[in-house]
């Protein structure tokens, strides 16, 4: 057995040191700009007290006008999400190093993806509501491109994780390259494809009840004209019908997954 004392810590490098001493600034900065104060947290839960005083019981008797606004809100998060998905593959196909058919076609599409994922989608809301206006197409365009993004870039990293054996076994039978892709890639990633999909969907569908709030359609405007006339059961009521809605989808979600892994 050794006797060795244990190893010392090693001084950190410079640059480690400018980035806690920038992190630590930044933090402390975020919490003094934030006024953090008990007092606020104490006024803050006795208007939680207040709000949920007036919330319960909750206001079922605008339950069907609700109900309907929570199923177009599914719709935008579905359609959209399926039309992602379908745009989703081809960009993941040209951005994957061992599928694209140049380097610079995957670099310049990459790029736009990633400009795509980056910009929020309150604000891709925004420009369509402008576009197109107001209501639920607005909002389909909006998860369509967040899920386009989103998807492609997971649909990427798994194309490129494959083994090239049977992609390289089907080119050697003379199959063009639409024919390797259907034969090989799509079969041996569409598990991971349908995983990725879910959970677009299940992001989606909180997605769309905040484009709502923007005007692109969906239960978030039920929310937003609730919380603004002081409705609270009302508010509350909707808060439940997300709530159940949310879950039900996250629980068929992954059971589906579950069987497909």
Not at 37 to 59: E, H, K, M, W, Y
Not at 64 to 89: H, K, N, Q, R
Not at 130 to 145: D, R
Not at 161 to 181: C, F, W
Request: hydrophobic share 55%; net charge neutral.
């Amino acid at each position: 057995m050794s006797n060795l004392p244990p190893p010392r810590f090693s001084m950190p490098p410079v640059w480690s040191w400018i980035v806690i001493v920038g992190f630590v600034g930044f933090f402390m900065s975020g919490m003094i700009n934030a006024n953090i104060s008990l007092d606020r947290i104490v006024a803050g839960s006795q208007n939680i007290g207040t709000f949920l005083s007036r919330a319960v019981p909750p206001d079922v008797s605008r339950w069907s006008s609700i109900s309907m606004a929570m199923l177009e809100t599914f719709e935008i998060a579905l359609v959209g999400t399926v039309f992602g998905v379908i745009i989703s593959l081809p960009i993941a196909l040209l951005i994957s190093k061992n599928t694209t058919p140049h380097p610079l076609i995957s670099t310049v599409i990459r790029f736009i993806v990633s400009i795509m994922r980056t910009v929020p989608d309150l604000v891709w809301a925004l420009l369509f509501v402008i576009s197109v206006g107001l209501g639920p197409f607005a909002g389909i365009l909006t998860i369509m491109v967040d899920t386009t993004a989103f998807c492609a870039r997971f649909f990427s990293e798994r194309i490129e994780e494959m083994d090239k054996g049977p992609r390289e076994a089907i080119q050697s039978t003379g199959s063009n390259r639409l024919g390797v892709y259907s034969a090989s890639i799509v079969p041996i990633g569409f598990p991971s494809f349908v995983a990725t999909s879910l959970f677009s969907v299940e992001k989606a569908i909180r997605s769309a009840v905040v484009l709502g709030l923007v005007g692109a359609g969906g239960i978030g405007i039920e929310l937003s004209t609730s919380m603004s006339l002081m409705k609270y059961d009302e508010a509350f009521m909707i808060i439940i019908i997300i709530f159940i809605v949310v879950v039900l989808v996250e629980q068929l979600s992954a059971a589906i997954r579950k069987r497909i892994l």
